[in-house]
């Protein structure tokens, strides 16, 4: 099963409004990192957080992480239509190599 | 600073047929992974390689190789394909220091199609 479950899956807001997705994850993780995908393209990393970080930003953007919940949440602020994607999140679990773990991802639909 | 390439973008195979698929990591990145994207599994990861050497394997069957070269560069390859390997493969380079904490490069994908 996916090691990172995001919530919810789909979402569709009016531009200008705020943005909230969330994501689960089982397992201690290293860092937690935020991809956007744009339909059946390549993903796009847009923001990575450490273990021992609780809230980071990026222009429009805020993750904030709880390890003690497994949580993560990526809030996306004054959406634009541009935004219009799907957004994953992904963990890295240190298995004698690397492994990032994606999870189903929730896709976001911005009105204009 | 070129992107990651995937080659070709496109392919379309028949069945029992078998496929490579190639990337070009970002350079100087020496880590690349493969993932397997589609509608009904999501993004599931396929393996890892670093400095030619598979680091790290998703749950595929024996069907799913790779390799990479001295100059990073990886390819995969899948063996009698059937209908159910239709997807979207992404590479991802990174620079990995070691740490796990870096942010990966993605390309554009090739989209398999298994008719």
């Known amino acids: 099963s996916q090691q990172g479950e995001e919530d919810p899956q789909a979402l569709s807001i009016q531009e200008g409004e705020n943005a909230t997705m969330n994501c689960s994850y089982k397992?201690?993780?290293?860092?937690l990192q935020w991809y956007r995908q744009n339909s059946g393209r390549g993903l796009v990393h847009l923001i990575l957080i450490r273990s021992n970080e609780r809230e980071k930003h990026s222009g429009r953007l805020r993750v904030t992480l709880d390890t003690s919940k497994k949580s993560s949440s990526l809030l996306i602020t004054a959406s634009r239509a541009a935004d219009t994607a799907s957004y994953f999140c992904a963990t890295v679990l240190n298995t004698g190599g690397f492994k990032t773990i994606f999870g189903a991802g929730t896709r976001l639909f911005v009105k204009a | 600073k070129a992107g990651v390439t995937q080659t070709p973008r496109y392919l379309i195979k028949t069945r029992g047929q078998q496929v490579t698929l190639s990337c070009s990591p970002i350079?100087?990145?020496?880590?690349v992974s493969w993932y397997q994207q589609t509608p009904g599994q999501g993004l599931q990861f396929l393996f890892e390689?670093?400095?030619?050497?598979?680091?790290n394997k998703g749950n595929f069957p024996g069907r799913f190789s790779g390799r990479q070269f001295s100059n990073s560069r990886s390819e995969m390859n899948v063996s009698t394909l059937e209908l159910g390997d239709s997807a979207l493969y992404l590479c991802?380079?990174?620079?990995?220091?070691?740490?796990?904490?870096?942010?990966?490069?993605f390309g554009q994908g090739t989209r398999l199609t298994v008719v």
């Open positions: 350079s100087g990145h020496r880590s």
């Open positions: 991802a380079s990174s620079w990995a220091p070691g740490t796990g904490n870096t942010e990966a490069f």
């Open positions: 397992t201690s993780i290293n860092n």
């Open positions: 390689y670093f400095s030619e050497t598979q680091r």
